[in-house]
């Protein structure tokens, strides 16, 4: 029986929400920014605000790793967001869509990537309905199946650069 819940987040760090073949990756977004979403007719910007939260879906499965590259390149480095034409071949072809809102709501009978309203978000059929907000330092999801696992990642964007110098 679908239910709400509701998942601290600890420090930083997203949360995987994990079905039996797709998963979702939720984090806060940490400031105000905003967000530039570019279809094929026309340029949107949507306010992103501290607390909202960004959501990365793999309706089919995969790896965590790029679910996690593409939450960052919105959270933190703010990469425009493409929404293909709704008989745009590329969308089938889509392993990881996002969203950005306050409120987002989870859907199977959306075409990924084909949606600019950031509140709706393609996901795989064991989330349908599932709505997810922040509430303080919380994660609330309504309708929540019990099936789904849930847990936090410990993620740290990091890189090391190694100076090569050059000799003429």
């Known amino acids: 029986m679908p239910e709400t819940i509701r998942v601290p987040f600890v420090r930083d760090n997203p949360i995987l929400i994990r079905g039996h073949s797709s998963f979702l990756i939720a984090a806060r977004a940490r400031e105000k920014f905003p967000l ?9 910007v949507q306010g992103v605000y501290p607390g909202d939260l960004i959501v990365v879906s793999a309706p089919e499965g995969g790896e965590t ?6 939450l960052e390149m919105i959270r933190t480095y703010h990469t425009p967001v493409i929404a293909l034409g709704k008989d745009h071949p590329a969308s089938r072809r889509l392993s990881y869509v996002v969203s950005a809102a306050e409120r987002i709501e989870m ?21 349908t309905g599932m709505i997810l907000y922040t509430d303080g330092n919380e994660l609330v999801i309504e309708n929540c199946r019990e099936e789904l696992r849930l847990s936090h990642l410990a993620w740290n964007l990091s890189l090391a650069e190694t100076n090569y110098h050059n000799r003429d």
């Open 36 to 44: 530039i979403i570019e279809t094929d007719t026309e340029e949107l």
């Open 107 to 127: 859907r199977c009978d959306i075409r990924r990537g084909t949606h600019p309203e950031q509140h709706l978000l393609c996901a795989a059929d064991e989330f």
């Open 65 to 70: 790793a790029p679910a996690l590259y593409l």
